[in-house]
Each structure stands twice: as structure tokens, then as C-alpha cells.
């Protein structure tokens, strides 16, 4: 059985650990979750008693999954017997390939449609709809155990209702299914199909979730049917943090123990963790304060008693707010020796970073940053171009190279799904083969073009004959075109040069810009965030009352030693300025001032 060192864990993490029966895990920011997870699942492989059974762990991202299983690797733990991935990636490979025939929708093959095809499309269908008018952006939906869900303003329902339904029509009459139909049609089949349940029941020893308070109700019904149908031989470890639960608008709900009782209906116990490790006693007070739920936490780590700088500022104009932050960069920087990779800068929107980088890299010359407004490719991670991009832009490395097999691996998986004779590929080969390839472009985007197009030819394959692989190529460069459109929209340039490019995945080498989304998980040693204000944090369309209580409280508990929040003015026309986050607004605390 895998053991450990006895100081690489805490005592709550190893009461979580060898609980025998399943295990609902509330851990506070900076406790070790990910941690507690990785050695749970390495134990949980080590005591496997059949060849024939697996361990499932499913994460919010695929970079959280390779995280885990790289850390599970590096422990010296087999993983051939460990599925770890996303719910959609779940659901296709455990029931919708395996069992779609036995679904109306499903029985003649599907093929899934990306994002920016899904945009595309409504987008085009909404154009109908002028009284009230209606776009994308307010076609948001997911669907639960009940039907459809959407999150409209009301006065839009019917026309957001009747544009979904059109939608959905054309992607039925195309053998398409959507990311959330990938979930709906699993939990169809699943539900009026026991017998799938009762197999992969028979099949799964442990089923593990990560970030349980971002998992949607229907998931939760999927898992449950699993759990139900093994009738307590399939245990479960379910680890999240109800306080950052902010992906309510995408259906992710932080459910309570009782609830979750009921729909997996076998024995849980409920165990915390509640030591940070991360951040000071300081730091920890202030976003302790958002918390909407009352689970405990307490400074443990070595800075707990750091004399912390939090910062409150409402008096920069939006004009000027690259200068305000330019100031805190290099006094964190000159002052205090923190190094460019322990900062962060996060703010609510992507489109307003990306004009912000390019004016930090204005300012500030000799700093380097890594942000969304660097590259104009968005991080697609179901796109099949985009993981190939990834091996091509990541440079060949002893460190890196298991996870650059693993993403081969990925790549001749999905090349034999797309009807490949991938008999005489191997991982080692097709890394050999790009790492051979020569292409002297400076472009960015021609220059993944070109390799994409060189590599295939090496390959003896014409990917334009494969619908779906075709498919996602165009999507690839006609949303990359979108993306520099909206950057340069925003008046400024985007870093195109395939240099660029490979910078963004490099280690963290530089200062991280990011959305408030898009940083959770992560730490720095200080944490700059701005656009605090009403009607964007929280977003205007967002009902959950206590929302902006868990962005703050997301955004102060990524921060180590230093915070600074900056509700700017001048956001919006004068006539309706955008004022401050009110819980912000109204939170007395001791701020400090950076002179």
C-alpha cells in the first residue's frame, strides 16, 4: 500500500484520507486540497485488488487533471488504472460513446460542436429577435434533472427560449451535440438506462470530484446514479470550498451534506479542512469577512504572522489606471523584492486586461507579463488544433516530457476517433516528428499554420477530408481572427510573434494578468485587482445575491503576503458612473497606504 512521510501531511488530511466510508471534504483556501486529493487517489490505486477496476477522479479543468496525475506520477504510484478528467470528457467516454445508440439523439453518431461554432450559431438565430433585442451573451443555459434553465433577464425569456430551441434543432439535424448536451444526454441514458449505471458501478472502485461547489445538479444526479447503483461498493471523496463558488450563472451550486445524501443515498461523512497554509492571519481576516458560508479557517503556514499591506484605493480615474498599477509593480518589485512571477493582476473581464498588458508592457519596459492580451488564441482545451499547438509551443524538455507524451497520446486518440489508422503512430514518434519540424515564420498564427499543415503532410494524412478535424481547424484561426479583432478594438496591439506565443507556456515567468475566473487555484505573493465595481463585480446580470461576497472572497484568497483592491472611477457615462462594490464599500477595515 502507498504510504507516506509522516510530515507530508497534516492530521486532518490524514483523517480525510483513511476515512473508510465516503467523504464530503469543505477545505478552506491554502489547506492542502489538492494535495489531500492526490494522495487519497495514490492510496486508493495502491490497494486495487483487480486488474479490471479503476479509479475516477473528475476535475473542473484538464489542467487540474494533469496536475494530479503528474503529482501522483512523481510519488512513484502506477496511474494505469486511474480516469481523471473533466465531467464532459467523463461522460463521452464512459457513457455517450459506449451507450449513445441506445439514445434517439445520439443512435446514428454525434459529433461535438466547439464554442465558437455554438456562438456562431446563436448569434445568427438571435438576429430574428429586435423587441427586446437579444444576443449571445444572453442565451446563457444549462440543463438540470427539470429541463432547461436559463439566465435571461425575464422580458428576455421567450426569445432566448425560442432561439435555444432553433438552435438545438439544427444541431439534431447535424448529428451535433453541445457541451451541455453532452451532460443532458448522459444523464438521459444513465437514468432511463439502470443497467449503465449497474456496469460502471461494477467497473469503479473510488469516483472522486474535485471543486464540488462548482458542479452542477445534474452532475451530481449522474454521479448519484453510479454511487446508488453500487449500493456502497463504490465509494465516493467529493473536496470543495462552498466560499468560491462563483460559477452559479453556469449552473455550479455548492450543495449541502444533507442534500447530497439524498441523491447519492450511501453513507458520507463530512470532515474539514481548515488550516491555511497559504496566506497571513492578516490577509486571511480581510477575505474571511466575504465568507457566505461558515466553515472554518486559521492561519498555519509560515506566514501567518507576515506583516501584510491590503490596500483599498477609489480615487484612480480608469484613464489612468495602468499608472496606479505600474506604481504598486514596482514598489512590490524595487521595494520589497517580490519576484515578477509572485504578482498577480486580476480583473473581472478579459477584454479590459488585454488593453490593460499592453499598457503595463508600455509603462513598464523591463518587466515581462503574461496575460490574455498576449496571444489571440483562446485556451480551447476540447479543441483538437489547440492541443496540438500546446506540444508545438511548449519547448522539449527532460521535465516536461511525460506530460508531452501524454498529450500525444491525447492527439492519436482523437485522430483515431476521427477515422485515422493511427496503427504506425506512436506518442514517441509524433513528438519526434514535430520536435524535427523547421518553419521559418515569425507570425504566430502563420506559423502554427504552417506546422500544422507540415505535420500532417509528414503524416501522410489530408485532415480536410475528416469533418471533424476540418472543423475545429477553422474554428481555431476564425476565432483567434475574432480575438485580435476585439484586442484591437480596444486600441492596442496584441504580441503576435511565435515567440510570443511560446511564452505563454513557459513557466510562470513574468506577471500574471488574469480574470477573476480564470485565477482560481492559483496563489501569488501579491494580488493587485481592479474594476471592483457595482454592476461588473458582480456582473449586472447575475442574480445570486451573495456573488460579489465570493469573487472578493476568490480574489483576497489567492494572495500570500500583500492585497491591493482599486474601485476606479470614471467606468461607465457620466451620467450613471459606476460606483464601488457595495460589501467592499461598506467593509471597515484598517487599510494601509502605499505612499
Not at 489538492?34 to 484538464?62: F, G, M, P, Q
Not at 448522459?186 to 449497474?198: C, F, V, W
Amino acid at each position: 500500500m502507498f504510504v507516506w512521510d509522516e510530515n507530508a501531511l497534516n492530521v486532518e488530511q490524514v483523517e480525510a484520507i483513511n476515512e473508510p466510508d465516503s467523504v464530503f471534504l469543505v477545505a478552506c483556501p491554502g489547506s492542502g486540497k489538492t494535495r489531500t486529493l492526490t494522495y487519497k487517489i495514490a492510496k486508493e490505486l495502491s490497494v486495487l485488488d483487480s486488474k479490471n477496476k479503476w479509479v475516477v477522479a473528475i476535475t473542473y479543468t484538464n489542467r487540474a487533471a494533469d496536475e494530479i496525475k503528474e503529482r501522483i506520477e512523481n510519488l512513484g504510484v502506477d496511474v494505469s488504472q486511474l480516469w481523471i478528467g473533466t465531467i464532459h470528457a467523463f461522460c463521452l467516454e464512459w457513457i455517450l460513446k459506449p451507450y449513445g445508440c441506445h439514445h434517439s439523439a445520439l443512435q446514428y453518431g454525434f459529433r461535438v460542436i466547439n464554442s465558437y461554432d455554438t456562438e456562431e450559431l446563436i448569434s445568427e438565430y438571435c438576429k430574428a429577435y429586435t423587441n427586446p433585442r437579444i444576443t449571445y451573451y444572453d442565451c446563457g443555459y444549462h440543463f438540470t434533472s427539470s429541463g432547461i434553465s436559463y439566465s435571461c433577464a425575464a422580458n428576455k425569456l421567450r426569445s432566448v427560449s425560442d432561439t435555444i430551441s432553433q438552435y438545438h434543432a439544427h444541431l439534431i439535424s447535424n448529428n451535433q451535440i453541445d457541451f451541455e448536451q453532452i451532460l443532458f444526454f448522459a444523464y438521459e441514458l444513465i437514468t432511463q438506462q439502470p443497467s449503465i449505471g449497474k456496469t460502471l458501478s461494477g467497473l469503479f472502485s473510488y469516483l472522486l470530484v474535485d471543486e464540488y461547489q462548482d458542479t452542477k445538479e445534474i452532475q451530481y444526479v449522474i454521479f448519484g446514479e453510479i454511487l446508488k447503483a453500487g449500493a456502497g461498493s463504490v465509494k465516493a471523496f467529493i473536496v470543495g470550498d462552498p466560499n468560491q463558488a462563483i460559477y452559479g450563472s453556469l449552473g455550479g451550486y455548492a450543495i449541502s451534506i444533507d442534500e447530497l445524501r439524498s441523491v447519492i443515498d450511501i453513507t458520507i461523512q463530512e470532515k474539514e479542512l481548515i488550516k491555511n497554509y497559504r496566506s497571513s492571519a492578516r490577509i486571511i481576516e480581510h477575505f474571511s469577512h466575504y465568507k457566505v458560508h461558515n466553515s472554518g479557517i486559521t492561519a498555519a503556514g509560515e506566514l501567518a504572522n507576515y506583516q501584510s499591506l491590503i490596500t483599498y484605493d477609489q480615487s484612480p480615474h480608469k484613464d489612468d489606471l495602468a499608472d496606479s498599477l505600474a506604481k504598486i509593480i514596482q514598489f512590490s518589485i524595487e521595494s520589497l523584492n517580490i519576484p515578477e512571477n509572485e504578482i498577480c493582476i486580476i480583473a473581472p473581464w478579459w477584454i479590459h486586461l488585454a488593453s490593460m498588458t499592453r499598457s503595463l508592457c508600455t509603462n513598464l519596459p523591463n518587466y515581462n507579463f503574461n496575460g490574455p492580451g498576449m496571444t489571440p488564441f483562446a485556451r480551447d482545451e476540447d479543441n483538437f488544433w489547440y492541443k496540438i499547438a500546446k506540444i508545438i509551443l511548449t519547448e522539449p524538455s527532460p521535465n516536461l516530457f511525460v506530460r508531452r507524451l501524454r498529450w500525444a497520446s491525447e492527439i492519436i486518440e482523437n485522430l483515431n476517433d476521427a477515422g485515422i489508422d493511427v496503427s504506425q503512430i506512436t506518442k514517441k514518434t509524433l513528438l519526434k516528428q514535430i520536435n524535427s519540424i523547421t518553419i521559418d515564420e515569425q507570425d504566430g498564427l502563420a506559423y502554427l499554420e504552417l506546422m500544422f499543415n507540415e505535420l500532417f503532410s509528414q503524416l501522410g494524412v489530408d485532415f480536410n477530408l475528416f469533418p471533424a478535424l476540418k472543423e475545429h481547424y477553422v474554428t481555431f484561426f476564425e476565432s483567434s481572427k475574432r480575438r485580435v479583432e476585439k484586442i484591437t478594438n480596444e486600441n492596442c496591439e496584441y504580441a503576435g510573434t511565435i515567440t510570443d506565443f511560446r511564452n505563454v507556456f513557459k513557466s510562470k515567468s513574468g506577471i500574471t494578468v488574469s480574470t477573476i475566473h480564470g485565477v482560481k487555484g492559483g496563489e501569488y505573493d501579491v494580488v493587485i485587482a481592479y474594476g471592483l465595481l457595482e454592476d461588473i463585480v458582480p456582473h449586472f446580470s447575475d442574480t445570486d445575491p451573495n456573488s460579489a461576497n465570493k469573487l472578493i472572497y476568490v480574489i483576497g484568497s489567492r494572495a500570500r503576503k500583500n492585497l491591493h483592491l482599486i474601485s476606479e472611477r470614471g467606468r461607465g457615462p457620466n451620467w450613471s458612473e459606476k460606483t464601488p462594490t457595495n460589501i467592499l464599500d461598506e467593509h471597515s477595515f484598517n487599510y494601509d497606504f502605499i505612499c
